[in-house]
């Protein structure tokens, strides 16, 4: 599903951009101190938590794992999906 998900944005989230653009693989623009900023097209990037060899004890263990995946998934270009598979 995760999968799924980061296909059809991309194709989606393609759409909003210029052809230059996308050809370009970024945008640039003035950030709020008016310097040229290149800034990369949007993407989404998927952390997933299983509990199938990890138990997990509570929401708040829940969350700071995926949140772990989040960040490891947006380390890598692209959308991404990354999934917990560490074991105890």
């Known amino acids: 599903m995760a999968k799924r998900i980061i ?7 393609a759409r909003l951009y210029r052809e230059e653009t996308r050809a370009a ?11 040229l900023t290149r800034y990369p097209l949007m993407t989404v990037s998927v952390g997933g938590v299983s509990t199938a060899h990890r138990p ?6 829940l969350t ?18 990354v999934i917990d598979r560490r074991r105890n």
């Open 7 to 13: 296909g059809e944005s991309a194709r989606e989230v």
């Open 25 to 35: 693989g970024y945008l640039e623009t003035r950030d709020r101190q008016g310097s």
């Open 56 to 61: 997990v004890s509570s929401y708040l263990e």
């Open 64 to 81: 700071e794992i995926a949140a772990e995946m989040k960040v490891c998934a947006k380390t890598q270009d692209g959308g991404n999906f």
